[in-house]
């Protein structure tokens, strides 16, 4: 599968896309006051509203006050699985837990929720439900105020197989991710009881593929200079 750039969001800058990306959010393609486009310009009908406490920033990405549970990002449903698939956002925190459920990607109101994806002070993180909680940390331990490429890659080693990137290189080896009763995705920056507090963007969700490392890779050094990285 070979990257490019774009296409080209309909104001701003270009991001890494592949012909595979089922839809990505980016501030540059805000419009108006609570509109959320999709940058690739196939999924509009999916689009969501900016809840309480996001702002939009002309650099390119989205605040997230953490003011309260409900400031977040709402977005249209969707279900990872346990195939074949790819989570990917940048995000840099004001302030962050040591560990907790994740906040960048997950549930809205918990009912039922089998996944939550995020940032800790101790890693990035995923946590799935499979008859018990498990959450899984990277290696690199995180500081506030800092951009970070995050992805879960799943499907590294088959079905229920996982590896989480940060930076563009696996911070984690594989590991089981399976889910149980469904698990939908209805909300970025937050979960059903926390909101992310910092910044995001490039959030971008691959269906059916598990992107590779070189591919990660390439997207990551495609993308730092724009968050200074």
């Not at 959320?36 to 900016?50: K, P, Y």
């Not at 309480?52 to 605040?63: D, F, L, M, Q, R």
């Not at 590991?175 to 992310?196: E, K, L, R």
Request: proline share 3%; net charge neutral.
């Amino acid at each position: 599968m070979s990257n490019r750039y774009g296409p080209e969001p309909r104001t701003g800058k270009s991001f890494t896309c592949y012909s595979t990306c089922t839809f990505a959010l980016d501030a540059f393609d805000h419009v108006g006051t609570n509109t959320l486009n999709d940058a690739i310009g196939t999924n509009n009908a999916t689009t969501g509203s900016a809840n309480n406490g996001v702002t939009w920033n002309s650099a390119g990405y989205y605040s997230l006050n953490a003011a309260s549970s409900t400031t977040r990002l709402a977005y249209s449903s969707f279900t990872p699985g346990n195939g074949s698939w790819t989570l990917v956002a940048w995000a840099r925190a004001s302030s962050l837990p040591g560990s907790t459920h994740g906040r960048i990607a997950s549930n809205s109101s918990g009912g039922p929720v089998t996944t939550s994806f995020g940032l800790c002070s101790n890693g990035i993180t995923m946590t799935n439900y499979d008859g018990n909680w498990n959450t899984h940390y990277g290696d690199t331990n995180l500081s506030t105020n800092t951009w970070y490429h995050c992805v879960w890659a799943n499907g590294t080693g088959g079905n229920n197989t996982q590896i989480m990137y940060l930076n563009g290189a696996a911070d984690i080896t594989q590991f089981g991710s399976n889910a149980t009763n469904g698990g939908p995705i209805d909300v970025w920056g937050g979960n059903w009881n926390s909101a992310f507090s910092g910044d995001i963007a490039c959030l971008q969700f691959f269906s059916g593929i598990t992107l590779t490392a070189s591919e990660i890779s390439k997207m990551y050094s495609a993308q730092r200079k724009r968050f200074g990285v």
